[in-house]
């Protein structure tokens, strides 16, 4: 009977972009919308907001991933082009760091020796970067897929309230807000806990959590500074 495993760790990289953009969107715009609307403003000066809101945090989060996840695959390439040298240079010093490795984890020092010699033959940059860097092809960064799931989840987590906004009555905005974003979050967290293989009651509670106190000082922002003008 074959043996067959399913396991989600290769979501991890946009898994995460994804859920911060979609869960940054809702939370911004809901809580700008909820602030501003609490201050007195008008109905189209609250949708011009959280469609200025849309188009800045998209921007925002897909130059914020792009950057931090360069950073962080700039390094990656410099450690490898570190080792590829080390490698070039002192062959029998890598293979023996290799080996310790494996010593660590558990092989006695013979097979840990010879499985060093087999994957160095193989592929002895490759063995470098999974087994001591830890660079891995499924979790290596990706500036530009990360840059593009945040903008994209952004723009449609902002989408949402922004719909309920035009629908919902002028005169109760910030209520039908604040209670929508709060099913869609707690909607967003249960997806998110899904895919990835974790307690969806957790993912559900920590992300409405943090939606409420996001839209709860917004608002009392907005109901301390507002000023309503004839």
């Known amino acids: ?4 495993e399913f396991h989600r760790s290769h ?3 946009w898994l995460r972009a994804a859920v911060l953009g979609a869960n940054d969107g809702i939370i911004s715009t809901a809580s700008l ?3 501003v609307a609490a201050a007195g403003a008008s109905n189209d000066s609250i949708l011009m907001t959280g469609v200025a ?3 800045s945090g998209s921007m925002s989060m897909a130059a914020g991933e792009y950057v931090s996840v360069s950073s ?3 390094t990656e390439a410099a450690d490898l082009a570190r080792e590829r040298l080390e490698l070039a240079n002192d062959h029998e010093s890598e293979l023996k760091e290799l080996t310790g490795i494996y010593m660590q984890r558990g092989l006695s020092a013979e097979l840990a020796h010879e499985v060093a010699v087999q994957l160095t033959a193989h592929d002895a940059l490759g063995a470098h970067a999974r087994d001591e860097l830890g660079i891995t092809d499924t979790m290596n960064a990706k500036p530009m897929q990360a840059a593009v799931a945040s903008a994209a989840t952004f723009a449609v987590g902002a989408v949402l309230p922004l719909l309920v906004t035009y629908f919902a009555p002028e005169s109760n905005i910030a209520n ?3 209670a929508t974003s709060l099913v869609f979050l707690a909607a967003l967290g249960g997806l998110a806990a899904k ?3 974790a307690n969806i009651t957790v993912g559900i509670a920590r992300v409405a959590f943090w939606g409420v106190i996001a839209m709860a000082a917004t608002a009392g922002v907005g109901k301390l500074f507002g000023v309503v003008t004839a």
């Open 195 to 197: 895919a990835g293989g």
């Open 72 to 74: 962080q695959s700039d």
């Open 1 to 4: 009977m074959r043996h067959s």
């Open 33 to 35: 919308i909820i602030g």
């Open 11 to 13: 979501r991890i990289g």
């Open 176 to 178: 039908y807000v604040g």
């Open 53 to 55: 809101c849309l188009v």
